[in-house]
């Protein structure tokens, strides 16, 4: 559920968007034919398009989100487990995540290359991982978010990829981002909207087993003149692996710094928290 960085040096996202977006409705109506418009400027009009979908300014200045919901676990088919999420993302970089399940509660928090994790069950706080963090930062670089604020810029190329079909005899636009380590990840839009559709990618075990994850977004709900997918549903090599579902979301909040430093202790660990 969130890399995010980065500016053009002295160039908000925000208003390198706005500049895209009167380029894009100003080009004369022959150079928007998909023949005639150059690759990588279309990857670039789709995606100016799918921010104005998603709320255009509004979305492009979000600097917090906060969600409540259900994050489901599937195999065969089948639900196996869920838990209630609490999230708090402050972009581009630093998110805290509280799982509940019963009276089981798990913290995860990152910022940045840092993280921690407290297990309620053994009232153990625990510094993640390096392979932790590095799963945090790769949920980054295929978030939607990621894609659309522009954060990718100066680490990836944005290219476009072609029609794919959809669902009912729809087609979907798809955008390519390839970063400098060679890992790729697409994006499918709804041609005729605009509307986010997918994300696909493939990732690489230890064991040189590659999988293709998918996630599938549905159920936009305004919020306040921004757009928010709240069903996310994650396929693994084509079958359902889990789901978000969002009960409700809020965009920039006040979110003290407080909430990301890992606690002294695991007293202090246990005490929850709600902005």
Avoid at 54 to 61: A, E, F, I, K, Q
Avoid at 62 to 80: K, M, T, W
Avoid at 162 to 175: F, H
Avoid at 206 to 221: G, I, L, P
Wanted: proline content about 3%.
């Amino acid at each position: 559920m969130n890399e995010r960085k980065k500016h053009l040096a002295g160039y908000g996202i925000s208003g390198l968007y706005l500049c895209l977006l009167i380029l894009v409705l100003t080009l004369p109506a022959a150079s928007q034919t998909p023949a005639a418009q150059p690759q990588a400027e279309r990857a670039e009009a789709i995606v100016v398009r799918a921010v104005e979908t998603m709320g255009g300014r509004r979305y492009l200045d979000v600097r917090s989100q906060i969600g409540r919901g259900r994050f489901s676990l599937f195999r065969d088919g089948a639900l196996v487990s869920f838990q209630a999420f609490y999230d708090v993302i402050v972009f581009p970089d630093r998110e805290r995540t509280e799982f509940r399940n019963g009276k089981s509660r798990t913290v995860q928090v990152n910022t940045g290359d840092t993280g921690w994790v407290f297990d309620g069950d053994q009232e153990l706080i625990k510094i993640q991982t390096a392979k932790q963090i590095a799963n945090f930062k790769q949920g980054i670089r295929t978030s939607l978010d990621n894609l659309l604020r522009g954060y990718w810029r100066g680490q990836a190329e944005l290219s476009y990829v072609g029609r794919r079909p959809s669902t009912l005899g729809k087609r979907n636009e798809v955008v390519k981002l390839r970063y400098a380590d060679g890992f790729e990840i697409e994006f499918e839009f709804a041609v005729d909207d605009g509307t986010p559709q997918k994300a696909i990618y493939k990732t690489t075990d230890d064991d040189d087993t590659t999988t293709t994850e998918e996630d599938r977004y549905a159920q936009f709900v305004d919020v306040g003149g921004i757009k928010a997918a709240f069903i996310v549903d994650r396929f693994t090599n084509g079958k359902q692996s889990s789901r978000i579902n969002y009960e409700s979301i809020e965009f920039n909040r006040s979110v003290p710094d407080s909430i990301f430093t890992k606690p002294s202790n695991p007293k202090d660990a246990k005490k929850e928290f709600r902005l």
